[in-house]
């Protein structure tokens, strides 16, 4: 006998996706028309948004939607969002080179292995994936670009991580609007199952 999987866990993981996606794009649009925000700023916000991120990434991962794929990396970036955002958050306002350093890195390692999603999803029949692959290398890009110039002026450093930002931002957004179908009374796995003699 199966039993229904709730998909609240699901809902709550691709919602989550979803707003910190979109505030990564209002955060990196900001930061690219107004690159004079106080670092402290920076770094706070950036911490903020990668603790949210990390809490909906291991949401996603243990959600286990249906394809299986915006979230199969998420186990270990979650935990990295996590340990980023905290550290992000102990002493922001001397931290801009570690932010951009640790962000870069993060966010192209996060691209390629959106091209691993984005290879997944053709074969899924996925009709567009190739958004996932274009934003993927279009945020590796930045990355490292990012990673490159530590040593740039703050302003341009500052224009980079928001352009970065914003990347990441639609790279997730376009990731999980494709790739997460929440379908109701989905069965669980068969390894999940309780099976009764007889049945």
Do not use: H
């Amino acid at each position: 006998m199966y039993t229904v999987r709730s998909v609240v866990p699901m809902r709550t993981a691709k919602t989550g996706y979803i707003i910190v996606s979109l505030l990564l794009c209002l955060f990196g649009g900001m930061l690219l028309c107004k690159p004079d925000f106080s670092t402290a700023l920076i770094g706070s916000l950036a911490g903020w948004l990668m603790i949210a991120f990390g809490i909906f990434k291991l949401i996603g991962y243990f959600s286990r939607d249906l394809y299986r794929l915006a979230f199969q990396f998420d186990l270990a970036f979650g935990v990295l969002m996590l340990v980023i955002g905290i550290i992000l958050l102990t002493k922001p306002e001397n931290l801009l080179q570690f932010i951009c350093i640790v962000t870069g890195l993060s966010v192209t390692a996060d691209s390629l292995l959106k091209l691993q999603t984005a290879a997944d999803a053709k074969r899924f029949g996925i009709g567009r994936w190739w958004m996932i692959l274009l934003a993927g290398i279009l945020t590796g890009v930045l990355g490292i670009l990012l990673l490159t110039r530590p040593a740039a002026s703050a302003n341009l450093l500052v224009r980079l991580f928001g352009a970065v930002m914003l990347a990441e931002g639609i790279l997730n957004l376009v990731t999980v609007l494709l790739t997460v179908k929440i379908v109701r009374n989905q069965r669980p796995d068969i390894i999940d199952a309780y099976y009764e003699e007889g049945d």
